[in-house]
């Protein structure tokens, strides 16, 4: 099993930055094609920005944040992060980290097998 607990979110205003984190647990991720997720009231969840396993050499992000938004991986560490830059206020959502135990990176909810708990962006405007 691997737990994920996401932190690093927070209230900002519109166009400052924010550095989430996902600290996993239970095994190593680092072989584990990880995700950020988000969800927004009355919405579902949607994807933000995902990267391969191991050498995290492919990533794949949404056109909402594509430019804005950067994914990393530290294996080491065995953490998980995404660099958000010139925040919106469309961007405000519960921000989810995710892991799929194969290393292809993918964009839909249902391709990943574990989840973290979430946590809180909000941009004001």
């Known amino acids: 099993q691997v737990q994920l607990v996401e932190s690093g979110g927070g209230l900002v205003q519109a166009g400052d930055s924010l550095r989430l984190s996902c600290a996993a647990s239970g095994r190593t991720t680092s072989g584990y094609a990880m995700g950020w997720f988000r969800q927004a009231p009355g919405k579902e969840r949607e994807f933000v920005a995902a990267i391969r396993g191991w050498s995290g050499d492919s990533t794949n992000y949404a056109d909402s944040v594509k430019g804005r938004f950067t994914i990393s991986r530290d294996n080491a560490k065995n953490t998980l992060y995404l660099q958000m830059n010139s925040l919106k206020p469309e961007d405000t959502a519960v921000y989810y980290c995710?892991?799929?135990?194969?290393?292809?990176?993918?964009?839909?909810?249902?391709?990943?097998?574990?989840w973290g708990q979430g946590t809180q962006v909000t941009v004001s405007s």
């Open positions: 995710a892991a799929r135990s194969t290393r292809a990176v993918r964009t839909t909810a249902n391709e990943y097998d574990y």
